[in-house]
């Protein structure tokens, strides 16, 4: 058995990454009325990211293992950081940022430039659209990242030791999350499309020049004082909201459903503070490139270089249990673009078909999570005073001090409530 774990370890982290196809392409009929695909508007690079690279061995035991240093090291305040991006996120921005050609998908000014030519563009009709749906799902957001809050805490729980962590109460509540979660997409594709069926010719024109996935073609724009302004007095969310609307409306209108149904690696199991140590440094910062190795290396060094055979066992054993759930995302996440797409081009999306989808993907996330959470916990009853020195080091956040608890990045001072904590154990 350990000489088998141990090529199991070696053939994982040797693999190349998988090089990209472009993603499936959505079916637009021509002028004689017949199907044909339709890239995203943008212009040929070479990519890394996709689908299959984000479901392979080797990047779920890398970002699994980076969560799993996260976990171990941090606090239950990090765990609950979790960036606003990573949520309704099936309109394709995920996908721009990680293949664009400049490699500035993960420094702010990515967002803040799209962000800032959208509403350059927008006349003050289509503003307040977004305006208006800013102030209306700003408590909804908060409601959402509340519901997470509960179940982070029984991980919590469990990886000190307590006993019991029911994987059939971490599945209905995910559900519940992610149920939500799809009620507050439709509504954004609702008015995302409505919007967007509103363009003149001249708006139309410019977002043309505009290239998927090439932060060079978009004029350099920023927009955040001129929203601050606009949004004074308002929460918090409102502004993030509204920043969030504008650039995925364009990754939406610009991109198709296989750019809509990618993720990267790291999108479920989001409750164990891998955002939080990979982000935190860049917070408050307009010019700050994230590394993209990052998560990749710091995994690889937990993994293979701190922990023992036993140990690694636990962490290897995820990748063969979450395999079917992971699949099952695909489709789920397949199914949803397609429906919200609908609404692009005049039609109705099936709404109670969508939220059937939402709850089903949360009960894979569930699942998914759970396995994460029993294994840390596993891996952290053992752990030697040395290696956690170790962990420490390659967390490599000194200097730094969470929240009690965040709404996605914004850090709260009073206490969270944590009513229901005890649902999640036996």
């Known amino acids: 058995m350990k000489t088998r774990s141990i090529l199991l370890l070696s053939t994982l982290l040797a693999v190349a990454p998988v090089m990209s196809q472009e993603p499936p392409q959505q079916p637009r009929p021509d002028r004689k009325g017949e199907t044909r695909e339709r890239p995203p508007r943008r212009e040929t690079v070479a990519q890394k990211y996709s689908i299959e690279q984000a479901v392979s061995d080797r990047a779920q035991l890398h970002t699994i293992a980076f969560s799993g240093l996260a976990f171990i090291t941090g606090d239950f305040g990090a765990s609950t950081f979790i960036p606003p991006g990573k949520v309704c996120d099936y309109f394709g921005f995920q996908y721009m940022r990680d293949i664009d050609a400049a490699q500035k998908g993960h420094n702010p000014m990515f967002l803040n430039r799209v962000a800032g030519n959208v509403f350059h563009v927008l006349d003050d009709k289509q503003e307040a659209l977004f305006s208006a749906l800013a102030e209306e799902q700003a408590p ?19 990886l000190g030791g307590k006993a019991g962590l029911s994987k059939e109460a971490t599945v209905r509540h995910t559900a519940k999350i992610f149920e939500k979660d799809m009620e507050l997409s439709i509504r954004r594709a609702e008015v995302m499309a409505q919007v967007h069926n509103s363009l003149d010719a001249g708006q139309k024109d410019y977002f043309a020049k505009m290239k998927f996935g090439d932060f060079n073609t978009w004029p350099e ?9 606009g949004g004074k007095g308002k929460s918090k969310l409102f502004n993030v909201a509204n920043m969030t609307y504008a650039s995925e409306y364009f990754s939406w209108t610009a991109g198709n459903i296989g750019a ?9 199991g989001t409750y164990f503070g891998g955002f939080y140590m990979k982000d935190m440094p860049a917070m408050g910062k307009r010019d700050f490139d994230i590394s993209t190795a990052v998560t990749g290396d710091s995994g690889e060094a937990f993994v293979e270089k701190v922990l023992t055979e036993e140990q690694r066992r636990h962490i290897l054993a995820i990748l063969d249990k979450q395999k079917s759930a992971l699949q099952e995302t695909i489709k789920v996440r397949r199914e949803i673009s397609t429906e919200l797409r609908k609404l692009l081009t005049g039609g109705e999306p099936n709404k109670a078909k969508l939220m059937t989808l939402g709850r089903r993907y949360g009960e894979f996330d569930g699942e ?53 904590v005890e649902t999640f154990f036996k």
């Open 140 to 158: 909804q957001l908060e409601e959402l990242a509340k519901l997470r809050l509960p179940m982070i805490k029984a991980f919590w729980l469990h």
């Open 221 to 229: 724009m920023d927009e955040r004082d001129k929203l601050k302004r």
């Open 260 to 268: 809509d149904t990618y993720f990267c690696p790291e999108r479920h």
């Open 368 to 420: 998914m999570s759970w396995y994460y959470a029993t294994a840390f916990a596993a891996v952290n009853q053992t752990l030697t005073a040395d290696q956690r020195a170790a962990l420490v080091k390659l967390r490599n956040l000194d200097g730094y001090a969470s929240a009690p608890y965040y709404i996605y990045s914004q850090a709260m001072k009073d206490e969270p409530d944590l009513a229901g």
